[in-house]
């Protein structure tokens, strides 16, 4: 039997869960409260199984509940409508069987990080090293299905990549373009150190330009076309 009462401001996101045995509700989450503002993502259905479905106070703050699209109305993984959540519509509820111990496919970022919920300028470095953490131990695990993996990774990519350009603008629009060059230079792909390098060349600082591109580490051809075509230019055009 699994149920769940959350009684104050709570982060908890109920996923992969199987409810039964229940007295009243499966989750029940009580005036004043909150749980996590999405259960489940637009990519992943929350996938419980409910018995007694999910209840709310009046004053309990909203949440998405995400099931998946074309689930027929008397379906288990139905939350019910018995509170203040709206249910949306998810394009796939990757398989993780509830209420036998199943692997967590998530591991222990944050729901918010895991979303890609960027709520202010302090989440960008611990989301980008625990981005870039997680995206190495998903490519070391042995126990996922190989298309989980590649979902996960693809999705943290995904928002790593939406991290990076975010701070490298509010970077530029609070502390310069200098801040910005250091910051997209620290990082180990080749795109955002050629995003630093065009940076420096629009404002015709050639001599860091050329120093950045004589950094640059081409990993396939498309990278070593780049990297040659503003040899030739600086060639050409630089003196």
């Known amino acids: 039997m699994i149920t769940a009462i959350v009684h104050p401001v709570s982060m908890m996101q109920s996923m992969k869960n199987c409810f039964n ?3 009243s509700w499966d989750i029940e989450v009580t005036e004043s409260s909150s749980i996590h503002e999405t259960q ?9 199984c409910f018995s007694k479905k999910v209840a709310t106070g009046s004053t309990s703050d909203h949440f998405d509940y995400y099931v998946l ?14 509170g203040n959540f709206t249910e949306r519509q998810a394009t796939q509820d990757i398989s993780n069987p509830c209420g036998t111990g199943g692997i967590n496919i998530y591991g222990s970022l944050l729901p918010r990080y895991r979303d890609c919920m ?11 090293t ?13 126990t996922l299905s ?15 990549d939406k991290v990076i350009k975010q701070k490298s603008k509010d970077d530029r629009d609070q502390k310069g373009k200098d801040s910005t060059v250091v910051f997209l230079t ?19 600082e050639t001599a860091k330009a050329r120093t950045i591109l004589n950094s ?14 503003q040899n030739i230019f600086f060639r050409l055009f630089i003196r």
């Not at 637009?42 to 996938?47: F, L, N, S, V, Y």
């Not at 960027?118 to 980008?128: G, V």
């Not at 190989?146 to 990519?157: E, G, V």
Request: proline residues 5%.
């Open 40 to 48: 489940g993502i637009a990519d992943d259905a929350a996938g419980n």
């Open 146 to 160: 190989p298309w989980i993996k590649r979902w996960l990774i693809a999705k943290y990519k995904r928002c790593l």
């Open 216 to 229: 640059l580490s081409a990993k396939d051809a498309g990278e070593t076309d780049f990297v040659d075509v």
């Open 186 to 204: 620290a990082q180990p792909e080749f795109r955002y150190q050629a995003a630093a390098y065009g940076i420096l060349m629009d404002h015709n």
């Open 21 to 23: 045995g229940t007295d």
């Open 118 to 128: 960027i709520t202010n300028a302090a989440d960008f470095k611990p989301m980008i």
């Open 69 to 82: 699209q074309n689930t027929i109305p008397q379906s288990c993984k139905k939350p019910g409508d018995a």
């Open 130 to 142: 625990l981005l870039r953490a997680e995206i190495i131990a998903l490519e070391n695990n042995t």
